[in-house]
């Protein structure tokens, strides 16, 4: 795992998720599937809208964990974690889309589908890494 992932998902206790390559290895003709599963729960639980209703002196509410990362303001130890919860899964999935062991899986067997997935897998990945520098900034900004 590397340092900016570390940071990340510290403090996180281990869902009873299986890990990626676990999954990849032990049924890699659904493989495509998770994955593809993973990373649209990822996306829709970022934009879910009703994120914060915290009261007190300097606490900014958002309407949904996507604007809270995407704001660049201090965020609470609260709406940090909930953030993090809502990316542990795909991390993971980031982690072995980067490792050595990943093997590109066949999404569909229609080509022109097969590609659409593989660019939206490519740009969620991508969303994720940034995702994951965004956070690191505002955790060390709260220390």
Do not use: W
């Not at 934009?47 to 209703?53: L, R």
């Not at 990943?102 to 080509?111: A, H, Q, T, V």
């Amino acid at each position: 795992m590397d340092r900016a992932i570390s940071i990340v998902v510290r403090g996180i206790s281990a869902s009873p998720f299986k890990m990626p390559a676990e999954i990849q290895k032990r049924d890699p003709s659904h493989f495509g599937d998770h994955q593809v599963n993973v990373l649209k729960a990822y996306v829709n639980g970022m934009h879910a809208p009703k994120f914060t209703t915290y009261v007190g002196r300097g606490v900014e509410n958002f309407n949904s964990r996507r604007e809270a990362l995407d704001s660049g303001k201090q965020l609470t130890s609260g709406q940090i974690r909930c953030i993090t919860k809502t990316m542990i899964d795909a991390i993971r999935y980031l982690e072995h889309y980067r490792s050595e062991d990943y093997i590109e899986p066949e999404y569909d067997p229609d080509d022109t589908t097969n590609e659409e997935v593989k660019e939206f897998v490519a740009a969620v990945m991508e969303e994720v890494a940034a995702d994951i520098k965004r956070l690191e900034a505002i955790k060390k900004r709260s220390v």
